[in-house]
């Protein structure tokens, strides 16, 4: 049967060849009923105007209309801005531009009224709008709607002259295409009925043409549970096939590679935390399904230790084992730990990265396939076709944040049937989420910290404290210590966030003459990287600055010193990772987090969650809270079945178990999928996995 909405989007007046390729490219936009579900991101109500007065920080977009009573361009090169004061009459708020600055001077003229479209912010307690949109207040005046809907576009869209604007009119005229012919649904009417759901044309016409706000919520809310509902159905199911066709090893018993390792080389008492998880997995590895669990742990609670005890589990059950991590440093220094903790006991342990080339890699690849190494570790090289193990069991992904659910995917092939896996993670995600995003993963916690570590102080330092800081600093290399400073590196700002790293390495290096300052930036070759990385471990670098992120994980018990530079650009989670790479000594360490000294109140908050608390879970959720979801690291790269629109799996949660439900009832009672009433739902389900990728196979 012909499906109007299948209809390719070249064919929309209006869209032509080369506007098509760039939907399809950019949007992800290749059939009308792409365009359709291409919802707006944000919707500016024209019919309300805000007074200054009543402006706080955190509001969304706000409308405001008055005039201009100053402008000045203030600051010289990178902070050179255009400052205006707006008023309309009820009070002032301050605007501030950093682009085009000169062109945008001349245009700003007194005595003409404007209205002028941005979100507030406070620096402290002063109402500030960065970039602000203005318009003349005529021509915005005689707009027919009261509610503009905002769709994304790209930069090329841009140059192509294919603002949001053109969006909307597109939309219109898909909707012009159907004749007045409303929208096949998408859901069965009983479940419509049940959850007291819109129909899906209503929902999908008001989300793009809303008359007013209140129009919005029960859309979108119908949208998102259509969304949420497929997801989550087509999750289930895989769970279920999964374990109707997969068999897991069965791990049966302890042997002497645990056993031996475990009275002759552990380190350390373990902690009761890892000792719970490794029964866990044990427990999990025992039942002949295949384990995949989760293992959250805090920087520094010793996940590793965890992962090599399970390894050796898997080889007393005859299996090879393998540690994946995310970069060349970290494989290598786990490489290098097990080893030394392994010591003289009989296990071949190797490494595989992308550096390990020529007969090198042929003599760990042979080994890998005859069965005689036995632990493998290396990084994305591991699942490279090229690898071929005799008997993979287990695998441990450490960090797994950064390494993506296609990777993942590829480990099922290692073997006649999958192996056990752990994935290993130091940012906590709430459990509905990982239930999302992984199917049917199971959740360890290690929550609680070897013993003996002293919690890291954290300090909020501004520009003007930066001679303390040198003091502190002068006195931690006086003892002996190491110090990590870190910038950060934001994509669109490369250059310029680089040249602040150069700046502040050079200061470093003429402040501290008598200390050797190394820098490391992504710029780098990976070996002239590397080499810094390791002179700092053996500590022949004193201070080292650093771009990106230091690589995850780095383990340099020495270094007591963790400075953030410009923090307030960094995430809660991120800051506390960076956070996490001190206090690994039995040392007092010191994490100093450098800001401007202007601050917005969201960041001096934040700040503030940084030096009141040490707990990961603590911090994670507090970030939710004060950014909002969707900012969550680790759910960006972390892949879903589908992409989602219009739902958000944080600040949706209520509506996601609701969804959850309703898809969990219709595979428990229609698992042969032939109840008339679920057919509008096999064919929608069909017809999403046929477009998109189906990354839930993996988990
Ligand atoms: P993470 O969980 O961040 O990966 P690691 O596994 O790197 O943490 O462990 C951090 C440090 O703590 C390592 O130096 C490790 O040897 C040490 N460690 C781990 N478990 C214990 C323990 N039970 N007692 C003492 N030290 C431990
Ligand atoms: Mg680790």
Redesign the pocket.
């Known amino acids: 049967m012909f499906d109007p909405l299948q209809t390719d989007i070249k064919y929309l007046k209006g869209v032509g060849p080369l506007r098509a390729k760039t939907l399809g490219e950019d949007l992800n936009i290749f059939t009308l009923r792409d365009l359709l579900y291409n919802f707006p991101y944000k919707y500016i109500d024209r019919s309300v105007i805000h007074q200054i007065k009543n402006l706080t920080d955190g509001m969304p977009y706000v409308l405001l209309r008055g005039q201009i009573v100053s402008k000045n361009i203030e600051g010289t090169g990178r902070r050179e801005r255009l400052v205006a004061l707006f008023s309309d009459g009820t009070g002032y708020v301050e605007l501030v531009w950093f682009n085009c600055i000169k062109t945008l001077e001349k245009k700003l003229a007194f005595n003409h009224t404007y209205v002028l479209l941005g979100k507030p912010t406070s620096f402290n307690g002063r109402i500030s709008i960065a970039h602000p949109e203005l318009e003349d207040a005529q021509t915005t005046e005689s707009q027919p709607l009261t509610m503009q809907p905002h769709y994304h576009t790209s930069e090329r869209m841009k140059r192509q002259g294919f603002s949001s604007r053109t969006m909307g009119e597109l939309v219109g005229r898909a909707f012009d295409m159907l004749h007045g012919k409303p929208l096949a649904e998408t859901l069965p009417q009983y479940m419509i009925s049940e959850y007291h759901l819109m129909g899906v044309d209503e929902a999908i016409h008001k989300v793009h043409r809303p008359r007013c706000a209140n129009e919005l919520p029960e859309a979108s809310r119908r949208l998102k549970f259509e969304e949420l509902f497929y997801l989550q159905l087509d999750i289930l199911q895989y769970t279920q096939n999964r374990k109707l066709h997969y068999d897991g090893f069965v791990f049966s018993k302890v042997g002497d590679y645990f056993m031996r390792f475990y009275n002759e080389r552990l ?5 009761n935390a ?1 000792k719970r998880v490794v029964k866990e997995v044990r427990k999990d590895v025992a039942t002949g399904s295949q384990m995949n669990r989760l293992l959250q ?11 090599l005890l399970c390894c050796l589990l898997a080889l007393d059950n005859g299996f090879q084992a393998c540690i994946m991590a995310p970069t060349e440093i970290l494989a290598e220094q786990h490489y290098q ?1 097990i080893v030394e903790q392994i010591g003289e006991l009989p296990i071949k342990v190797d490494l595989l990265t992308g550096d390990v080339k020529g007969k090198r890699r042929k003599a760990v690849l042979d080994g890998v396939a005859d069965g005689s190494v036995k632990i493998l570790v290396g990084t994305h090289a591991l699942i490279e076709p090229s690898v071929s193990f005799l008997n993979l069991g287990f695998v441990v992904i ?2 797994q944040h950064r390494f993506g659910v296609k990777q993942r995917a590829k480990l099922w092939g290692k073997n006649v049937r999958p192996p056990h896996i752990l994935v ?1 993670t ?1 940012t906590p995600i709430p459990r509905t989420l990982a239930m999302t995003v992984y199917g049917d993963l199971d959740v360890s916690v ?1 929550d609680e910290l ?3 570590r002293k919690p890291v102080q954290t300090v909020h330092y501004r520009q003007t404290d930066r001679g303390k800081l040198y003091q502190g600093i002068r006195y931690q290399l006086q003892l002996g210590r190491q110090v990590y400073v870190v910038y950060p590196l934001i994509k669109e700002n490369e250059k310029l966030d680089l040249r602040d790293a150069e700046t502040g390495y050079n200061q470093l290096v003429d402040v501290f003459r008598d200390y050797k300052v190394g820098i490391v930036h992504g710029k780098m070759k990976p070996v002239d990287k590397e080499n810094v990385m390791r002179a700092f471990k053996k500590g022949d670098i004193h201070i080292l600055v650093s771009t990106t992120v230091i690589e995850v ?1 780095v ?1 340099v ?1 020495n270094a007591s010193v963790m400075v953030i530079e410009n923090a307030e650009r960094f995430g809660l989670a991120q800051l506390h990772q960076l956070r ?1 790479r001190v206090g ?1 000594g039995a040392e007092q360490s010191y994490c100093i987090l450098m800001t401007k000294d202007n601050l917005s109140d969201t960041s001096s908050r934040r700040m503030r969650v940084m030096v009141d608390s040490t707990d990961g879970f603590v911090i994670a959720e507090e970030d939710m809270k004060l950014r909002g979801p969707g900012d969550i690291e680790g759910t960006a790269q972390s892949g879903m079945p589908f992409d989602l629109k219009i739902a958000n799996i944080v600040k949706d949660q209520e509506l996601l178990e609701v969804a959850r439900e309703a898809a969990s009832q219709v595979l428990v009672g229609d698992p042969h999928h032939n109840l008339p009433q679920n057919e509008v739902v096999w064919a929608q389900l069909a017809r999403l996995k046929k477009t998109q990728i189906n990354f839930s196979a993996i988990s």
């Open positions: 380190p350390f008492e373990l902690t890892q742990g805090d920087v520094g609670s010793g996940k590793t230790m965890v992962a730990s450490d960090e290993m130091a290690i070897p013993p003996g994980g383990n018990p996490g690994r």
